[in-house]
């Protein structure tokens, strides 16, 4: 029996022994030779493919897949991104698709559910369907498991240099996940323990951490002005010293301090 693309069953629960599933992948043939393997399978209706990683979140938040089959190098967000923001009761079961090496493979098999080494095995799909149809009935261990796995090889791909630099900011926001354009968001704060988006007067919740912004954002758009704080150099209208303080003032009316270890390479920056 041959599985088919059916967006229609986007809302309809798995019943039957069968569930449905997204498939994400940039690469035009490899995405076509995966979903025609997926068509083969008895058990799995493939509700929807996405050719980026922005498009694939927003599919899977629409969709409610029961797994998403991930590439990791994608253009707007990697695979590793689009998983790490699908944490929680009802979230999908991921099976990353990877070309990665050895190492960074080793790195999420401690605790991933599964992933397809490129190019793709039939037998080794059938395996991971396989895994997959055992998991889906226990998603809250899958959730923590999952995000183990997700920091470590993004650790790894941060110390490589493999990421590309983020075009929008994923924040959440209520249950969903919203992606800003970076030239919407005037400052990125640490604040109790958690990380802040501001953007027009309201802040949104941000799973990374600022020393990974740091190394994610494209060079020169946003400036470490102390340790708890990134602004949008061009949301700075002016900057000064008040008291031996050196005070940025944003286009907003936010009046945010520099350190002042961190002083004189703002000064130098915004020169």
């Known amino acids: 029996m041959i599985g088919r693309t059916d967006p229609q069953a986007a809302g309809r629960g798995s019943s039957g022994g069968t569930f449905r599933a997204v498939l994400a992948d940039d690469e035009p043939r490899a995405r076509q030779f995966l979903e025609r393997l997926l068509g083969e399978i008895e058990s799995l209706t493939l509700v929807g493919t996405a ?5 694939a979140l927003a599919l899977i938040l629409k969709l409610r897949p029961d797994v998403a089959f991930l590439d990791i190098q994608m ?36 605790a991933a559910l599964d992933y397809l080494l490129k190019p793709i095995r039939r037998d080794r799909l059938m395996e991971a369907v396989r895994r997959v149809t055992e998991e889906i009935g226990d998603r809250r261990r899958l959730g923590g498991r ?26 959440r926001y209520r249950r969903e996940v919203l992606l800003l354009d970076l030239v919407q968001v005037t400052r990125i704060i640490s604040r109790d323990r958690l ?46 010293g008040e008291d031996g303080v050196l005070v940025l003032r944003l286009k907003d009316g936010t009046r945010v301090e520099a350190s002042e270890r961190r002083a004189a390479e703002v000064r130098r920056r915004l020169k």
Not at 157 to 171: F, K, N, Y
Not at 208 to 223: H, W
Not at 233 to 240: C, F, K, L, M
């Open 51 to 55: 050719r980026d990683g922005a498009e």
């Open 75 to 110: 253009p707007e967000l990697t695979g590793l991104e689009v998983a790490r923001h699908l944490q929680g009761p009802g979230a999908p079961v991921v099976v990353f698709v990877t070309a990665y090496d050895r190492h960074a493979i080793e790195a999420f098999e401690l």
């Open 146 to 171: 999952q995000d183990h796995a997700i920091r470590s090889v993004l650790r790894q791909e941060a110390e490589s240099g493999r990421l590309e630099p983020l075009r929008r900011l994923p924040v």
């Open 195 to 240: 990380v802040l988006a501001c953007s027009e007067g309201r802040e949104f919740l941000v799973d990374y951490t600022l020393q990974e912004l740091e190394t994610r954002l494209p060079e020169g758009t946003f400036l470490r002005v102390h340790r708890a704080a990134l602004v949008n150099v061009d949301a700075i209208e002016s900057y000064g």
